[in-house]
């Protein structure tokens, strides 16, 4: 049996399983919801995110550090990374209008009420400034930004050094054989991770299933399914396009080789956590050249913001439209920018998403408040936004490597070498 079957079987089944306790409520028994809900299955299924997360700084510091010295060896680190950042903002902002334009036609706010959906008091929390974003992300540490897990400034550190490594001559060569030789250990290391990913999928969703709650989808249904709409087309269709149209792959081969990362990024909801599996997908599947996986797949995990782009320009019209508010095309221009520029500005700070979205509703004068209207549904649209940000990660490192001449054919195309071990 394959990997990827043997999650999708460890998806339903945790799901179906938690809905199954949650309807019966045997969540009501203490023994059962104390040692065995609260206590096994939630601590099976953290323990698989914390080991994919242990993986992600000495994943990216080691494959970006390489990635920067083959690139600064052979002068294309600024050429690659305009490229890389370009496609990156460039999807971002397809995003948000495509988002935008769905939500106009459907209108998912229209005919709501305070009477049937109250906002819940919502404590937005304040947007960092330019300035201050700009600075951020320079560590004065490196290694204090690796324990704090800083992802930005270690992507610089990282650059830096690398681009150090290829100016430095027979030293930085040996130096560099270290570091590829560590890097190789490492992705044999999340392979052994990878290969639990059944069980701790299957202990996250029933952890979901658990936790569901209809009534608050029932009452932003149409928020919520016009979200998930959005999403679906960007994923597949956009996202097609655009490796067809740069590419000229096929871009079915693409999604059929995505879809083991793609089912880790669904049940974890953490781009992050899911990084080192893309990273390994994009290399060893769809036969990116490491010194491009290992520059695009980390600089996406960390600043491509498709998924939650979507879910703000759905949002911003939603309330919107709950609010009684007519956005003008000056206010619906701000958006798409605004999320844009803000996918990488916010990319450092935790809670992203919603820091996002705040600074958003600010540039176009809705109440923040709002945001409490969707945050009930907001866990299981996570889960479908970081897929899709996945799937962004490697179409990026996919163009850009077809681009530059670094892209394997051969391994794209080998269908019969991809029956999992």
């Given at each position: 049996m394959s990997l990827t079957f043997k999650i999708i079987i460890g998806m339903i089944a945790g799901l179906v399983l938690g809905v199954f306790c949650q309807v019966f409520q045997l969540t009501n028994y203490p023994i059962l919801n104390d040692f065995v809900f609260d206590g096994f299955v939630d601590g099976v299924g953290q323990i698989f995110i914390v080991s994919l997360k242990m993986m992600v700084v000495p994943l990216v510091f080691l494959s970006l550090t390489c990635g920067a010295a083959s690139l600064g060896a052979s002068g294309s680190i600024g050429r690659l990374g305009g490229k890389t950042i370009s496609l990156y903002l460039f999807t971002t902002a397809i995003a948000v209008s495509v988002a935008l334009g769905f939500a106009l036609l459907i209108n998912p706010g229209e005919g709501g009420s305070a009477s049937a959906i109250e906002p819940p008091a919502y404590e937005p929390k304040s947007a960092p400034d330019v300035k201050d974003t700009l600075i951020n992300i320079f560590p004065d540490n490196p290694v204090a930004a690796m324990a704090q897990g800083a992802m930005l400034q270690i992507i610089v550190f990282a650059l830096l050094l690398g681009f150090a490594i290829?100016?430095?001559?027979?030293?930085?060569?040996?130096?560099?054989?270290?570091?590829?030789?560590?890097?190789t250990v490492m992705l044999k290391l999340i392979m052994v991770i990878v290969n639990f990913a059944p069980y701790g999928v299957f202990c996250l969703m029933m952890k979901l299933g658990l936790s569901i709650s209809p009534y608050e989808i029932l009452k932003l249904a149409k928020y919520f399914f016009t979200?998930?709409?959005?999403?679906?087309?960007?994923?597949?269709?956009?996202?097609?396009?655009?490796?067809?149209?740069?590419?000229?792959?096929?871009?079915?081969?693409?999604?059929?080789?995505?879809?083991?990362?793609?089912?880790?990024?669904?049940?974890?909801?953490?781009?992050?956590?899911?990084?080192?599996?893309?990273?390994?997908t994009v290399q060893n599947k769809l036969g990116v050249n490491s010194r491009i996986a290992s520059f695009s797949v980390p600089l996406g995990a960390t600043i491509n913001m498709d998924g939650t782009a979507i879910m703000q320009g759905v949002a911003t019209v939603f309330i919107a439209q709950f609010y009684g508010i007519v956005l003008t095309p000056d206010q619906f221009l701000m958006v798409i920018l605004t999320a844009t520029l803000a996918s990488i500005g916010t990319a450092a700070v935790p809670g992203v998403g919603?820091?996002?979205?705040?600074?958003?509703?600010?540039?176009?004068?809705?109440?923040?408040?709002?945001?409490?209207?969707?945050?009930?549904?907001?866990?299981?649209?996570?889960?479908?936004?970081?897929?899709?940000?996945?799937?962004?990660?490697?179409?990026?490192?996919?163009?850009?490597?077809?681009?530059?001449?670094?892209?394997?054919?051969?391994?794209?195309?080998?269908?019969?070498?991809?029956?999992?071990?």
């Amino acid at each position: 049996m394959s990997l990827t079957f043997k999650i999708i079987i460890g998806m339903i089944a945790g799901l179906v399983l938690g809905v199954f306790c949650q309807v019966f409520q045997l969540t009501n028994y203490p023994i059962l919801n104390d040692f065995v809900f609260d206590g096994f299955v939630d601590g099976v299924g953290q323990i698989f995110i914390v080991s994919l997360k242990m993986m992600v700084v000495p994943l990216v510091f080691l494959s970006l550090t390489c990635g920067a010295a083959s690139l600064g060896a052979s002068g294309s680190i600024g050429r690659l990374g305009g490229k890389t950042i370009s496609l990156y903002l460039f999807t971002t902002a397809i995003a948000v209008s495509v988002a935008l334009g769905f939500a106009l036609l459907i209108n998912p706010g229209e005919g709501g009420s305070a009477s049937a959906i109250e906002p819940p008091a919502y404590e937005p929390k304040s947007a960092p400034d330019v300035k201050d974003t700009l600075i951020n992300i320079f560590p004065d540490n490196p290694v204090a930004a690796m324990a704090q897990g800083a992802m930005l400034q270690i992507i610089v550190f990282a650059l830096l050094l690398g681009f150090a490594i290829s100016k430095s001559g027979e030293p930085g060569k040996k130096i560099l054989g270290l570091f590829e030789s560590a890097n190789t250990v490492m992705l044999k290391l999340i392979m052994v991770i990878v290969n639990f990913a059944p069980y701790g999928v299957f202990c996250l969703m029933m952890k979901l299933g658990l936790s569901i709650s209809p009534y608050e989808i029932l009452k932003l249904a149409k928020y919520f399914f016009t979200v998930v709409t959005v999403l679906i087309f960007h994923g597949l269709i956009i996202y097609s396009f655009l490796i067809f149209s740069f590419t000229k792959l096929n871009p079915l081969i693409f999604l059929r080789k995505m879809r083991e990362a793609l089912l880790v990024a669904f049940s974890t909801s953490s781009s992050g956590a899911t990084m080192p599996i893309t990273m390994s997908t994009v290399q060893n599947k769809l036969g990116v050249n490491s010194r491009i996986a290992s520059f695009s797949v980390p600089l996406g995990a960390t600043i491509n913001m498709d998924g939650t782009a979507i879910m703000q320009g759905v949002a911003t019209v939603f309330i919107a439209q709950f609010y009684g508010i007519v956005l003008t095309p000056d206010q619906f221009l701000m958006v798409i920018l605004t999320a844009t520029l803000a996918s990488i500005g916010t990319a450092a700070v935790p809670g992203v998403g919603l820091i996002m979205l705040t600074m958003v509703l600010g540039q176009v004068g809705l109440p923040v408040e709002g945001i409490g209207l969707i945050i009930g549904v907001d866990r299981l649209l996570d889960m479908l936004r970081t897929a899709v940000n996945v799937t962004g990660d490697g179409t990026v490192a996919l163009i850009v490597a077809s681009s530059e001449k670094d892209l394997d054919h051969g391994k794209f195309h080998d269908l019969p070498s991809e029956n999992n071990k």
